[in-house]
């Protein structure tokens, strides 16, 4: 509950702030412009971000016959997560990673990188394939898609802003306004930045206690971390940064340094949410 109420939040702040931003290129007229420029950003998420996502990882879809095991697992999480099978498939990308994609548990996909095939255990990558497929039980792949393709609308609309204060003409008396038309034009994109990467790490939590319950254990998920800690830091990934929200683990995890960084990045720390699986927060909280 309480990260639904966090998530709810923030979604409304990047809602908000694509109005803001709007208003202060056309006043009322302009946030009428900035809520229409967001509804076409998100209907293009809704109804193609799975493709989009499948298409950059370079996936190929994978039959029960190519890879049982692997139908098998995730026949089984989706029975138990009470939801239809996903389509499955497997990206060549020689990291350990993973995601989910897909508008609803009816539209949805998992992923799997070839080089979590080779570094994990089939329990470890039960865990995995459970977090993910808590991602699509909890619809967060449409939540995360709709926050991104807000945040871009933001983007695009400050950028807006930004030309229109620089070259719209007008005296003296208009210097505050322009200032202060292109102060927003900065600082809009970066904080619709950090709310979406807020949202993605409220998440990514969420979806390691609901895997963590689906399978009556956090360690085989906690173990898998561990070596997804690793293999992230020193083996580069081809991954699309658009897309890197979606993945169990930061794809970029060996490039982030700075506490800034850190703060903006879209997925806790490793070793947080190693700890929690550890801990057994898992347990205290409802079950799915």
Not at 40 to 52: A, I, N, R, T
Not at 147 to 171: D, E, H, K, S
Not at 215 to 229: I, M, W
Request: aromatic residues 6%; charged residues 20%; glycine residues 10%.
């Amino acid at each position: 509950m309480k990260n639904n109420l966090k998530t709810a939040v923030i979604l409304a702040g990047i809602g908000g702030l694509m109005i803001v931003v709007g208003g202060a290129i056309g006043g009322p007229s302009g946030a009428a412009i900035g809520m229409a420029i967001g509804l076409v950003f998100v209907g293009g998420s809704y109804w193609f971000s799975d493709k989009l996502a499948i298409k950059s990882a370079r996936a190929v879809e994978v039959t029960a016959e190519q890879m049982p095991r692997y139908h098998a697992i995730v026949a089984d999480l989706a029975r138990r997560a009470d939801m239809p099978m996903p389509r499955l498939y497997v990206a060549p990308d020689r990291q350990p990673n993973a995601f989910a994609t897909g508008r609803s548990p009816e539209h949805a996909a998992v992923c799997v990188n070839q080089g979590i095939l080779d570094v994990l255990t089939w329990e470890e990558l039960q865990g995995v394939l459970a977090h993910e497929i808590s991602h699509v039980r909890n619809r967060d792949i449409l939540i995360s898609s709709v926050a991104a393709a807000v945040a871009m609308g933001i983007t695009f609309l400050a950028r807006m802003a930004m030309w229109g204060a620089m070259f719209g003409g007008g005296g003296r008396n208009r210097n505050d306004g322009i200032l202060g038309t292109l102060a927003l034009a900065i600082l809009a994109p970066i904080a619709a930045m950090f709310l979406q990467s807020a949202l993605s790490r409220s998440r990514e939590y969420e979806a390691d206690r609901r895997g963590a319950q689906l399978l009556g254990t956090g360690e085989p998920l906690a173990r898998a971390l561990e070596k997804l800690d690793r293999g992230t830091k020193v083996i580069p990934s081809t991954v699309n940064p658009a897309q890197a929200s979606a993945y169990i683990a930061n794809p970029f995890a060996g490039q982030k340094s700075s506490f800034s960084a850190r703060f903006a990045s879209t997925h806790p720390p490793m070793e947080d949410r190693i700890a929690r699986l550890r801990s057994g927060e898992w347990q205290r909280s409802s079950r799915p």
